[in-house]
Every structure is written in structure tokens, then in C-alpha cells.
């Protein structure tokens, strides 16, 4: 794979799910944060948007990324018990397969910060030639949560957007 193909999948969308962000309430530091984590790991950020916890709009935001073609949407917020909290909800709704594994690592490392990461309900997926990772809402939490499962990332999207792999 040429180096013009390894940037291609490198390229990642971040999402905020947060009715006060969304609101101009509070400022949007998840994203911002995770903005540069992505982009210090060689990322290329294609998109980064604020959204309110709906699920009808959280669901149109990741089919509208994937039909761009982003490799990686990565989503920071709405993983929590709370009852607006619908992000796991609408990526389960959006994606064709789920990754656990991502989604069980991250709330693994998060346990050596909080006992609260039992409480996330974020989930990792598959639709097309997109992977959705969920990230808890916390900043720093969101940012410890994808420096978690970096590493695997690279090889992920390649094998995810490999032409190798064309089923059809």
C-alpha cells in the first residue's frame, strides 16, 4: 500500500454528542481534545461537528459521514445511563457488524481511572467501509478511551478499506 492509500485511511470524523455543547451552554474541549489526539497520531481530521442527543439526528450524521467515505467516526458523548444518553442506540441502528472488542478494551483501560466506566455503554462497529468507535463524554475520558485502542487502528482501517477485501 502506497503512501497516498495508508492517508486515505487515516482520515477520521469526530462527532460530539451533547445537547448543552450543541446549545452554546458549554464549550465542546471533547472534541477540541480529540481533534489533536487524532491528529498527533498522524490522523488527518476530516470533520468535526457538535450535535444534540437525537437519535434521528446522531443516526443521519453517521450515515452522512459514511457515505463520504470517512474510514473512522469517532463519537464522544450519550454512552451513559442517562435517558437522553442514545449514541450506542443509534451507531447499533447505523452499523452492519459490531466490533466488541474495541469497545470491551476501552472500557478496560478506563477502569484503571474510574469505576465508572462500568457504567459506559458505548459500542464499536462496522457499516461499509467505516468503523464508529463510541468514546464516553468526559474529555479526558474520551481522549484516554481512543489512546486505549490506537495502536490496532491503522491495521483496522487498512484491512477495512483494503480492495483486497472487495466482496462484491
Do not use: W
Request: hydrophobic fraction near 40%; glycine fraction near 10%; proline fraction near 5%.
Amino acid at each position: 500500500m502506497d503512501g497516498q492509500d495508508t492517508g486515505r485511511f487515516l482520515q477520521t470524523a469526530i462527532v460530539t454528542v451533547s445537547d448543552r455543547a450543541h446549545a452554546g451552554e458549554r464549550e465542546d474541549r471533547g472534541g477540541s481534545l480529540l481533534v489533536e489526539c487524532m491528529l498527533e497520531a498522524g490522523f488527518t481530521v476530516t470533520a468535526a461537528t457538535v450535535i444534540p442527543d437525537e437519535m434521528e439526528i446522531i443516526r443521519e450524521t453517521l450515515t452522512d459521514l459514511v457515505s463520504c467515505h470517512t474510514p473512522l467516526v469517532l463519537t464522544t458523548g450519550g454512552t451513559g445511563a442517562g435517558p437522553r444518553d442514545v449514541t450506542p442506540e443509534a451507531t447499533r441502528s447505523v452499523i452492519d457488524r459490531e466490533m466488541p472488542g474495541l469497545a470491551e478494551e476501552i472500557r478496560r483501560q478506563g477502569l484503571a481511572q474510574t469505576r465508572y466506566s462500568l457504567l459506559s455503554r458505548g459500542i464499536a462497529g462496522i457499516r461499509e467501509r467505516t468503523l464508529i468507535i463510541n468514546l464516553p463524554g468526559k474529555p479526558e475520558g474520551a481522549v484516554a478511551a481512543v489512546r486505549s485502542v490506537l495502536d490496532v487502528l491503522p491495521h483496522a482501517l487498512a484491512v477495512l478499506c483494503s480492495p483486497r477485501f472487495d466482496h462484491g
